[in-house]
């Protein structure tokens, strides 16, 4: 089964709310899509496209090779259908799968129950026509097969990204409820931001917003940061191919920017951790970091991007301190961000009630499981305050 040059559906997925923003790179890399849903894409290709939609794409969570469709009633067809795909021309008997799988079928009760049928027929096939059992197990850092179940139709895939591109791995030390990186990359896109002009990130956090901003601003794509791929562990796989696109984005990715980027924090330790994930990512020399109220944060004076991503109050106790900071985040925008575009990132509606001014747009996102939005105000010279502010 030469994978590697077959072309066939390649589904890439994303989390709730970012299909947008991943249809836009998607897109820019030249790739034709064949489908949208709400969390995901699918275009066309081989094994060796998802190379470089792997090292390329921000927003993305997997990047998922079809190798076939097919009805399932009950585990039994499932294993029957599974035990016909050529799966030792695939995985290495000598080397380690592991199953992940999306299920929604009445007979299954637990998701652990369908990946141990296709655990099942991978290794009785593998074992079938070399005699050897490949070893299997849930690390996700070697080939990995996905299955996707829904009532009686059955796809079965190779997850050609192994772990999750969502996480752009530079990101040592977490900080304080991180963003995701996936997610704060779909926030920065959805402001339009020009990668040109000021980006400003008060309470900046574990610095993610702002080191994606950089990131953005030099080209420097997550692939960069990256040496292991479930394509890797697929037979057929020819490392040249990975290299060449690597090589590319090294190429392609600039040491400096125009884009003037401030990130502060009142925390000592969240601007010690973010200048520590700065530097991991190579743009440390980029940002502006420094520790101070986020009222005190230096604005350029050309016009850019100001975003913040507040606590939303989801803890007994903080929700009437959080008021009075809302209020001062409106405050802040409308004396000190004059000609900005200015974001919000919020989980609680009626905190952003306090902030005092109209919002022009309202982003939906969601951040894990939690139901957000990201509201736009146009900083105009004397911005109207209003107190009503509705989600």
Request: overall charge neutral.
């Amino acid at each position: 089964m030469q994978v590697f040059h077959t072309k066939s559906r390649i589904v890439i997925t994303c989390n709730k709310r970012l299909s947008t923003y991943l249809q836009e790179e998607v897109e820019a890399l030249g790739y034709k899509i064949t489908r949208s849903f709400s969390t995901g894409v699918e275009v066309e290709g081989t094994l060796n496209d998802c190379i470089p939609l792997n090292l390329n794409l921000r927003c993305a969570s997997q990047v998922l090779y079809h190798l076939k469709s097919f009805e399932a009633e009950n585990p039994a067809r499932l294993y029957k259908e599974l035990l016909d795909i050529d799966w030792e021309s695939l995985i290495d008997f000598t080397g380690y799968f592991s199953v992940t799988s999306n299920v929604d079928n009445e007979t299954i009760t637990t998701p652990l129950f369908a990946n141990l049928k296709v655990k099942d027929a991978i290794v009785d096939r593998i074992k079938e026509k070399k005699g050897i059992r490949p070893n299997s197990g849930s690390d996700g850092n070697k080939a990995v097969i996905h299955l996707y179940w829904k009532d009686t139709k059955a796809d079965i895939f190779i997850d050609s990204s192994g772990e999750t591109l969502a996480k752009h791995g530079y990101r040592k030390i977490p900080g304080k409820a991180p963003m995701l990186e996936a997610l704060a990359c779909g926030a920065i896109m959805a402001t339009r931001w020009d990668r040109k002009s000021p980006f400003v990130v008060p309470m900046c956090g574990s610095g993610t917003l702002a080191i994606e901003a950089a990131l953005l601003a030099t080209d420097k794509a997550p692939g960069l940061f990256r040496m292991n791929y479930g394509f890797m562990h697929i037979m057929g796989y020819d490392e040249e191919v990975f290299f060449a696109e690597r090589r590319k984005l090294k190429e392609q990715s600039k040491k400096e920017t125009e884009a003037k980027i401030v990130a502060t924090d009142i925390s000592e330790d969240a601007v010690d951790v973010s200048i520590r994930n700065a530097r991991t990512a190579g743009v440390d020399h980029l940002i502006e970091f420094s520790v101070c109220d986020f009222a005190d944060t230096p604005v350029p004076e050309q016009a850019g991007v100001v975003i913040f991503n507040p606590e939303y109050g989801e803890r007994l106790g903080v929700h009437t301190k959080l008021e009075a900071t809302y209020k001062r985040m409106g405050d802040f925008m409308k004396s000190k961000c004059e000609g900005y575009r200015g974001y919000i990132f919020t989980g609680n509606p009626d905190l952003a009630k306090k902030i005092g001014l109209r919002a022009s747009q309202r982003i939906e996102f969601y951040n894990g499981k939690l139901d957000c939005r990201m509201l736009e105000y146009e900083l105009y010279q004397g911005s109207k305050r209003e107190p009503k502010e509705v989600i």
